[in-house]
């Protein structure tokens, strides 16, 4: 079996993310606008909402999302999304450094080990390591199997 690769094939060490409130209105003016393509979208379970967008513009990519405050995830004008290739380290060396843990890491549905820090400025750092490739009917499955669980968390 092939090596996974820590950063995924095609992506940059960091990438912006954008939460925001209208995120499916912001992805088809970025593609208007930018000519960005459309590489994901996953909604949240009421389908109102998007939980992860994916983008890409020229050779750079771009994550957003709807804010979604109830999850702890407010409106703010960006972060960054930061690949490791040991992202332990990583995050036990922010949170060494002062950086405060939002999110303790956790093997996430669509391949990566992911955690979030915030620095004192309140800017948050997602940090990341690409741990298994999916095929697109794998992350699909995983995706609903999680969009479920979120719902059934929810009730």
């Known amino acids: 079996m092939a090596k996974v690769r820590a950063v995924p ?9 954008l939460t925001l409130e209208g995120a499916a209105d912001a992805i088809e003016l970025y593609k ?5 393509e ?3 979208r996953v909604p949240d379970p009421s389908g109102k909402k998007v939980m992860h967008g ?3 513009i020229g050779d750079s990519h771009l994550f957003l999302s709807d804010a979604m405050p109830q999850m702890g995830g407010p ?3 960006a972060q960054l999304w ?4 040991n992202v332990d380290a990583a995050f036990k060396r922010a949170t060494d450094a002062g950086c405060k843990a939002v999110m303790p890491l956790a093997d996430m549905f669509w391949g990566d ?7 004192r400025w ?4 997602s940090l990341a390591q690409h741990t298994k490739d999916l095929t697109p009917e794998e992350m699909k499955k995983a995706q609903a199997a999680f969009t479920a669980q979120m719902a059934a968390g929810k009730k």
């Open 32 to 36: 208007k606008a930018f000519g960005a």
């Open 82 to 85: 930061l690949y490791f290739d």
């Open 54 to 56: 994916h983008l890409r």
């Open 113 to 119: 080990r992911f955690g979030k820090v915030a620095d």
């Open 9 to 17: 094939e095609g992506m940059h060490t960091i990438t912006p993310v």
């Open 122 to 125: 309140g800017i948050e750092w």
């Open 75 to 77: 409106a703010r004008p």
């Open 38 to 40: 459309e590489i994901l």
